[in-house]
């Protein structure tokens, strides 16, 4: 059964720093996902990625895969307030694509 | 790009009653639907895969007399709470796989759907 942990849960940053996400998967996942969650709304999808060294870059984000630490990060680059937000990994097994989600880590950047 | 819509995206209703929630892909065909469930702060839980034309899977401790899934179309899975409970009151997010060729891997969500049992 995979499990997917991320860290940390909560994160408070200043303007213009910059930060990593973590999220730690169990066993082998086809992809992995990043999304955003702004309060009382869906998922707004960030990130997909799909093999090893996978790196990704949008804007001040970008996220990376090492699928032999089971690890992706997710790193913010000169933080902005408009980034506050709730941001979830989640990764997949098998054929289907049916997500376990991590736990989410609410970001608040702060002026 | 690609659409699915959920309705309604708020409910309430008393206590003992059942609401259907639906969700559509609006611009391709999704053989496979999934729902989750959302408690306020918390992460999304999976709980079931809803396949067109056959039962749906439910994930273990969902209880499938209770969240009937129904996928008669290629863009629509319908989720019904039967005799809500206050406990039910929740988020409700389902997601679509794109079905066919030029899969891509990335699923699709609604705009989620926030019940609440009086």
């Known amino acids: 059964e995979l499990k997917v942990e991320q860290n940390p849960l909560f994160l408070s940053m200043q303007e213009g720093k910059n930060y990593t996400i973590y999220c730690n998967y169990s066993?082998?996942?086809?992809?992995l996902y990043w999304y955003r969650q702004d309060p009382g709304k869906s998922l707004e999808s960030l990130f997909v990625l799909l093999s090893n060294g996978a790196v990704k870059q949008e804007g001040r984000l970008m996220a990376s895969l090492d699928t032999k630490a089971r690890l992706s990060t997710l790193h913010i680059t000169a933080a902005v307030h408009d980034l506050s937000a709730t941001y979830f990994c989640a990764g997949n097994t098998g054929t289907a694509s049916k997500l376990t989600f991590g736990t989410g880590t609410r970001l608040q950047v702060t002026l | 790009g690609a659409v699915v819509s959920q309705h309604p995206s708020r409910v309430i209703c008393k206590s003992g009653t059942s609401v259907k929630i639906e969700c559509r892909s609006l611009d391709f065909q999704a053989t496979t639907m999934f729902w989750y469930r959302q408690f306020p702060k918390q992460s999304l839980m999976l709980m079931a895969t809803?396949?067109?034309?056959?039962?749906?899977?439910?994930e273990q401790g969902v209880e499938k007399d209770k969240f009937l899934i129904n996928h008669a179309s290629l863009t629509l899975s319908t989720l019904t709470v039967t005799s809500a409970h206050p406990e039910d009151s929740s988020f409700y997010i389902c997601s679509a796989e794109r079905g066919g060729g030029g899969y891509t891997g990335e699923l699709f969500f609604g705009e989620g759907s926030r019940l609440t049992v009086l």
């Open positions: 809803s396949n067109e034309g056959s039962k749906a899977t439910y």
């Open positions: 066993t082998t996942s086809d992809r």
